[in-house]
């Protein structure tokens, strides 16, 4: 089954949010999915030390801190076991991310609509795209929309979807919305499921949201699939 990176060399793109987000929505549709936390941060591995305190189940399986000799023979004994398999990889270019987009199905680069994210976006295109000359093989990704404002495309989102466009790069279709709800679930260690209108606003929205992009993303793998 596929692995499926989250990259960029950029700290603040939404990485971990979205490796989260779409682990909880593909989990909560009845996938079987394992995530590597290979951040040095550990935000999702702390997620679950906190639910597990808690006395909570998880939904889906957690590898922290994996070592970089590991890291494939680990992806290669989960893929065969789970539907998905997410990698959330430090943000920047190392042996790490090297070896995990080796065995990646397809890559995520989510992004800021700023000029600067934008160019970080450039960097981690032409990482992939230099791994994939030395594999000899195709490495597929989509750029992804990162903390999206719900309400507002600013003329300078407008610019960079279109520069997107005439460079021919493959964006997915959805976007992951800047909502309280993605920030909540980590302050309470819960899932969009497990949150309530009372404690966390735009919750129905976040839920959508969450629905959408783990659909596009599932739509990308069966398109690089079907290739």
């Known amino acids: 089954m596929p692995a499926i990176s989250v990259a960029n060399p950029k700290g603040g793109a939404g990485k971990t949010t979205l490796t989260f987000v779409l682990a909880c929505e593909l989990a909560r549709s009845g996938g079987s999915v394992a995530v590597i936390d290979a951040d040095p941060n550990a935000i999702i591995a702390g997620w679950a030390r906190k639910r597990t305190e808690q006395g909570k189940a998880l939904p889906f399986e957690i590898i922290a801190s994996p070592k970089e000799s590991e890291l494939i023979g680990m992806i290669d004994r989960l893929t065969p076991a789970h539907d998905f398999v997410l990698i959330d990889l430090e943000g920047t270019a190392s042996r ?111 839920r959508r949201n969450a629905f959408e992009v783990a659909q596009a993303v599932v739509q990308a793998v069966q398109q690089e699939t079907n290739r």
Request: glycine letters at 2%.
């Open 96 to 206: 790490m991310t090297s070896r995990a987009l080796a065995r990646s199905h397809l890559v995520l680069i989510p992004f800021n609509l700023s000029p600067i994210d934008a160019e970080l976006a450039a960097n981690a295109v032409a990482l992939i795209q230099e791994e994939a000359e030395a594999l000899g093989r195709n490495i597929p990704f989509r750029l992804v929309r990162s903390r999206d404002n719900a309400a507002i495309e600013t003329k300078t989102a407008k610019r960079i979807v279109a520069a997107i466009t005439d460079a021919e790069l493959p964006l997915l279709p959805a976007r992951l919305v800047e909502r309280a709800a993605y920030r909540d679930i980590f302050d309470f260690a819960a899932t969009l499921d497990e949150l309530s209108d009372g404690e966390t606003s735009g919750l129905t929205a976040a």
